[in-house]
């Protein structure tokens, strides 16, 4: 058997492995480069190539720059803008969900992106009066399409550009994509407003992901918060001016835990004053530090003020005894929002059977001490614990710390479960601070740098990626989890079988296959066969391994009818984001499924006529800005 032939088995099976989704998709491209290898298609230097291509390089890089955007608040920031211009109209709310959506997922992550806006634009649906499933699927569609902004908007865009320049060609610009991207885009957000709105289904789906207003509101009703929260300011005769919490022992002599300490500003200065109210409200908002964990070695001054939880009997206590001024907090929901940050969030943990921490005291500094962290409040089952009681199996601490505290508190799997799910809220946290205009400013250098030319792309991404670390916009730990290893191993482990099928000759003939189907007929039904190929694939595998595997047949189809290659290749960038019949052809889609309750059919119903569209007006339009 010649090796085209077990090539294109190979690829016959590793297709059908993704269409039946029993096995994980990364695990299946995996087994095709295994595949290859083993029997003697290509060498090991051919198979292990993939891990080391810029193109794979680039992409896990992108995804770090999109974390660092959500973990400053960047994207939650705009996307609570963007929805609450809808004003009630849920037309509105569709076309600028879209227009949003499109935006940010031509500069981060679709996934990011759709990942970061669905709660507020399921809090929104709710909101008009209606249902999440009458807006999900056309923010998943608008990533897609937005992908074709930029040539960083999706991976397909970077394979099909990397592909021309190593096959000697000019590569895409970076907002060349946008070109055809604009005019698709458009067409989306007509098409669903007028004709693709009447097609969604109006039923009620699950549980999106957890809201920040709504989890700190049951937080605050299960722990009993309500009425336990308290401001106090530091009078001129209280014996707290000079000393620090450490010093004063609150928590010990009086049983409150102190929150934040918020210093006192002494007012606006006189440039302040002179600045129109809109501006001096912006820089106020640029300076204010976000909140943060109280230092203990802070020493406290007259007008302070402390945000402290405890007992009104403590409180009280603690007012008489330190010469304070009190005022409770009647929205303790709206004050445990407030104490979030980028840096700082709140979250509840579980002890398990085998925890070392049974017995344990929290008032002795279990816990707390050890991670780090405040305990807000203790619960086993429907009764509140003093903090002087041992723990036992099943009882729930609320806790107060770093995000990424938070996170390795997640990772004691023997001592804890940490309740809910922690990095969904830290990333809807959309206050702006110096962080967040650090990250903005980053991207805007990585975007620069990209369109100037330069350095090369991968090189100004992983620039950018390297200042989010340098500056903190994200941890080290955050990176790592940002990047969707699945999605790298994919890539990397499909670039093999793209090898294998120009080395083998099954390129050369499927593209002479499509040059005397089509190209007997002219360059644009050549291009229209580029398009469909490319779309069928992409329904039912990765758009990425998708585009991977059609570049070197799209590149030998153009050299075998004597045309230039970039409006083919541009056709099957177009291809690769139009997996609109399947929930499992992106990320986005599949996403979307279960929080608006789509059946599989809704994703056909919807999808097909704007296929229809994009083949239409791709047919028109890439032809004249990159003739055939």
């Known amino acids: 058997m010649s090796d085209m032939a077990i090539t294109f088995i190979i690829l016959g099976v590793t297709v059908l492995l993704f269409v039946w989704g029993r ?21 090991l230097d051919d198979a292990l190539s993939g891990f080391g291509n810029a193109t794979v390089i680039l992409i896990g890089t992108l995804f770090i720059v999109g974390e660092g955007l959500n973990r400053t608040g960047v994207t939650a920031y705009f996307g609570e803008r963007l929805i609450g211009s809808a004003r009630g109209s849920g037309w509105r709310l569709l076309v600028l969900s879209m227009v949003g959506t499109a935006i940010l997922s031509g500069f981060i992550s679709n996934t990011g992106t759709v990942a970061t806006l669905m709660p507020a634009i399921v809090l929104a649906a709710w909101r008009v009066r209606s249902v999440p499933a009458a807006f999900l699927i056309p923010v998943a569609f608008a990533a897609n399409a937005g992908g074709l902004l930029t040539l960083t908007g999706t991976p397909p865009n970077i394979v099909v550009s990397d592909a021309l320049e190593a096959a000697g060609f000019r590569e895409f610009g970076y907002f060349e994509f946008s070109l055809i991207g604009v005019p698709l885009l458009i067409v989306a957000i007509v098409y669903m407003a007028v004709i693709g709105r009447r097609l969604l289904p109006e039923r009620r789906g699950g549980s999106g992901p957890p809201l920040v207003g709504q989890e700190m509101e049951a937080l605050a009703e299960t722990y009993s918060l309500y009425g336990e929260i308290y401001r106090l300011r530091v009078r001129a005769s209280s014996p707290l001016i000079g000393s620090s919490l450490r010093q004063s022992n609150l928590g010990r002599r009086f049983g409150v835990t102190v929150l934040q300490i918020e210093p006192f500003q002494g007012g606006t200065t006189r440039f302040e004053q002179s600045l129109p109210s809109a501006v001096r409200d912006r820089v106020e908002a640029i300076q204010t530090e976000p909140p943060a964990l109280p230092d203990p070695s802070q020493p406290l001054a007259h007008n302070d003020v402390l945000l402290a939880s405890g007992t009104p009997d403590q409180i009280h206590q603690l007012e008489v005894g330190m010469h304070l001024g009190v005022l409770p907090v009647d929205e303790a929901a709206q004050e445990l929002g407030d104490l979030l940050s980028q840096e700082i969030g709140i979250a509840e943990v579980l002890i398990t059977p085998r925890s070392s921490y049974i017995g344990a ?58 309740v809910g799910q922690p990095e969904q809220i830290a990333a809807q946290v959309s ?21 100037s030319g330069a350095v090369p792309v991968v090189i100004a991404a992983l620039l950018a990626a390297a200042a989010m670390l340098v500056t903190r916009c994200l941890t080290s730990t955050q990176a790592y989890r940002a990047v969707s290893w699945s999605t790298v191993i994919l ?12 080395s083998t000759g099954g390129a050369q003939n499927v593209a002479d296959a499509l040059v005397d189907v ?48 970039h409006p083919l290749m541009m056709g099957l960038a177009v291809g690769a ?52």
């Open 23 to 43: 096995l994980e998709s990364d695990l299946v491209a995996v087994g095709s480069l295994l595949a290859l290898y083993l029997t003697d298609v290509i060498s």
């Open 361 to 418: 005291v929290v008032s002795e500094g279990a816990v707390g001490t050890t991670f780090g962290v405040q305990v807000l409040g203790i619960r086993r089952g429907d009764r509140l614990l003093e903090s002087t009681e041992p723990l036992q199996f099943g009882d729930a601490l609320l806790v107060r710390g770093t995000w990424e505290v938070i996170g390795v508190i997640a990772e004691e799997k023997r001592n804890f479960v940490v």
């Open 431 to 451: 206050a702006l601070n110096i962080k967040s205009w650090l990250a903005l400013s980053i991207l805007t250098g990585m975007v620069a740098l990209m369109v």
């Open 491 to 502: 890539i990397a482990a499909m670039i093999p079988m793209a090898v294998a099928l120009e």
């Open 518 to 565: 089509f190209g007997g007929l002219g360059g644009v039904p050549l291009l229209a066969g580029v398009i469909l190929i490319t779309t069928g694939f992409s329904q039912v595998i990765s758009n990425t391994a998708a585009a991977v595997l059609m570049a070197p047949i799209a590149l030998s189809a153009a050299a075998g009818l004597g045309v230039d290659p």
């Open 577 to 628: 984001s139009s997996a609109f019949l399947t929930p499992i052809g992106t990320a986005p889609n599949l996403m979307v499924m279960a929080p608006a309750g789509y059946r599989f059919r809704d994703y056909t119903r919807v999808g097909l006529p704007l296929l229809v569209l994009f083949l239409a007006v791709s047919l028109a339009i890439i032809p004249v800005f990159w003739p055939l």
